[in-house]
């Protein structure tokens, strides 16, 4: 029998939050201000984001340490990013994010930071420029700043948040809401049980189709990522142009 997992009183007491019973007018003007705090974090990522330029989003674990080969070949691809001339877009955070702003800073390129206040893990890095550090409370909007304004997604090992960020895009892009861009991913040991089982489960079934597992590439090394972002705008002729 399976052992019953214990939720914290804090949990506890947001889920009888969750029925408490509301009136009408509580409901209806607690929603009102939502709306107005979701319009306004919009409006500055907007107003933010619009004069950027081309870059490139970088997404992976906020809790990989400075010694793990994925923070240096982070650190790597920032870095090439920038001399390939785009700039670099991460979550702010520490683990993936840190080492993705900290290698764009150390080439002198544009450095973002999209910060999620968030109860444990994240804090923003030092690594960001001070005018391209942007604080979210939703997920959401905050998603949409890095799909709008990004020129490929390199993604790095993860947990849920780096899973959520990598599906939005491919679901985005397999249903034709946006235009397809390049997606990598990084790092075939982390990612070859997730592919196998997209291929022989997900496919099998018929939950996707065979030219839906072309929207990401599977690669080891920095050099490879950037190829693959290059060789995708070569195509078209097009070139980062700050």
């Not at 340490?65 to 650190?75: F, N, R, V």
């Not at 900290?102 to 804090?123: M, T, W």
């Not at 001070?130 to 604080?135: L, P, V």
């Not at 950037?226 to 097009?238: A, R, S």
Request: aromatic share 12%; with cysteine; glycine share 10%.
């Amino acid at each position: 029998m399976e052992e019953k997992k214990s939720i914290s009183r804090e949990e506890e007491a947001r889920i009888l939050e969750a029925f408490k019973e509301k009136d009408w007018n509580e409901i209806k003007s607690a929603d009102s201000w939502v709306i107005f705090k979701v319009m306004g974090e919009f409006v500055q990522g907007f107003e933010k984001m619009a004069k950027i330029g081309p870059c490139v989003s970088i997404f992976g674990s906020a809790r990989t340490k400075p010694d793990d080969k994925y923070y240096k070949i982070a650190e790597e691809i920032a870095a090439k990013v920038v001399r390939h001339g785009y700039g670099v877009i991460t979550g702010g955070g520490p683990g993936i994010m840190e080492a993705g702003n900290k290698g764009a800073n150390a080439q002198g390129g544009k450095s973002v930071g999209l910060n999620i206040d968030l109860p444990f893990e994240q804090n923003n890095n030092i690594y960001i420029d001070r005018d391209k550090s942007i604080d979210f409370d939703y997920f959401f909007v905050r998603k949409v700043m890095f799909v709008k304004y990004s020129q490929g997604f390199i993604v790095l090992p993860g947990g849920f948040g780096t899973m959520d960020e990598l599906f939005e895009a491919l679901t985005l892009i397999q249903t034709k809401k946006i235009g397809q861009f390049p997606i990598v991913l990084v790092g075939r040991e982390f990612w070859s049980g997730l592919v196998d089982w997209l291929k022989k489960t997900m496919l099998e079934i018929g939950n996707i189709s065979e030219t839906d597992l072309d929207l990401f590439h599977v690669v080891d090394t920095a050099t490879e990522a950037v190829d693959v972002i290059d060789e995708f705008y070569t195509k078209y002729n097009l070139s980062p142009n700050f």
